[in-house]
């Protein structure tokens, strides 16, 4: 079966500072995986995907993520962390070929000034 | 480009009445999710379409939520009657049609609180 973890509930990260948020998954086969970002009273949006190819990939508003295989993670990095990137985020796995989309239960990274 | 809308935002109602929300995909989209998302939780999938056709139900709980797709396009979700439990928000999302790797548009959800 497949699963999402994403370990912190909260990441508390300062301004100017690389940030990490973390993600393991379960799934059979080669994963699609994917990172979503949710501000208040707005639905999901899109940051970035791994299908294949290079383990690093870029996305949106700066943000990367790492696929390891091995360690069966993907986190998501961002070299220097702005206030306005406080947000909900969320990892999602999706097994090769499949179409059900695993979500985990998000985690919320909270950027000071 | 217009992105997936939905209506209403927020909903208020008593358990046991009917409640149904509304989404309309991005154009092109053949592929329409329905997700309902507890407090502190992750979107959970309640059903997927293709088109018309609804491929992926098995987490619909079928005694009271239907859904409906008639013209391939926009969607409807009822739940009758509602209960406590029902409170939530309702995403509706949409994708491209394909390999399982496209991405996900989501509308910004009906939140849903029964009294």
């Known amino acids: ?56 990939v870029k996305g949106s508003y700066g943000f990367e993520a790492e696929f390891n295989k091995s360690q069966t993670s993907f986190h998501l990095k961002k070299p220097s962390a702005l206030v306005s990137d406080s947000a909900l985020y969320f990892c999602a796995v999706r097994g090769y070929g499949g179409f059900k989309t695993i979500f985990g239960a998000g985690t919320r990274l909270f950027v000071k000034a | 480009e217009a992105g997936v809308v939905q209506s209403p935002r927020y909903k208020i109602i008593e358990k046991k009445q009917p409640v149904a929300f509304w989404c309309n995909p991005i154009s092109g989209h053949n592929t329409l999710y329905w997700y309902r998302q507890n407090l502190g939780q992750g979107p959970e999938l309640l059903i997927r379409y293709e088109n018309e056709e609804a491929v992926d139900d098995s987490q619909l709980p079928k005694d009271r939520f239907s859904a409906e797709r008639l013209k391939g396009v926009d969607s409807t979700l009822k739940i009758q009657p509602a209960e406590l439990g029902d409170s939530a928000v309702y995403l509706c999302a949409s994708s491209f049609p394909g390999t399982g790797g496209n991405e996900q548009f989501f509308g910004p959800g009906t939140r849903l609180t029964v009294l």
């Open chain 1, 1 to 56: 079966a497949q699963s999402v973890a994403q370990p912190e509930d909260q990441v508390n990260v300062a301004e100017g500072n690389p940030l990490t948020v973390k993600c393991t998954y379960s799934v059979s086969g080669n994963p699609y995986l994917f990172w979503y970002v949710q501000y208040p009273n707005r639905g999901l949006q899109f940051l970035l995907k791994y299908i294949t190819g290079d383990n690093l």
